[in-house]
């Protein structure tokens, strides 16, 4: 059973970034594909970002698209989010998420096998 622990959340300021850290326990995170999903108030979990076991086959929403990152390390067992330009409309809880296929990027939440707490970000304007 892998355990999941989201950190790194807050609240900014438009224009700034943050970076969003998940750190895995209870198995190899290199066993996984990972990925982010965020969740606003009142509206569905939706996909951000996703990596392949390896983190060369990566995958975002269009709406992060050259503005988040996603990046793994397999030795620390901890996946991270790079979140630059920030702006209100990311404002969210946002969720680690892993599936046993560990080679390729899955968008759909039901696909993912384990998550973490989630940690709230908010960007104020």
């Known amino acids: 059973q892998v355990q999941l622990v989201e950190s790194g959340g807050g609240s900014v300021q438009a224009g700034d970034s943050l970076r969003l850290s998940c750190t895995a326990s209870g198995g190899a995170l290199s066993s996984y594909a990972v990925a982010w999903f965020r969740q606003a108030p009142g509206a569905e979990r939706d996909f951000v970002a996703g990596a392949a076991w390896s983190g060369t086959m990566r995958n975002y929403a269009d709406s992060v698209k050259g503005r988040f990152s996603i990046s793994r390390d397999n030795a620390k067992n901890t996946v991270y989010l790079q979140m630059n330009n920030l702006n209100p409309e990311d404002t969210a809880d946002y969720y680690c998420?892993?599936?046993?296929?560990?080679?390729?990027?899955?968008?759909?939440?039901?696909?993912?096998?384990?998550w973490g707490q989630g940690t709230p970000v908010t960007v104020s304007s």
């Open positions: 998420a892993a599936h046993r296929h560990p080679y390729a990027v899955a968008r759909a939440a039901g696909e993912y096998d384990y």
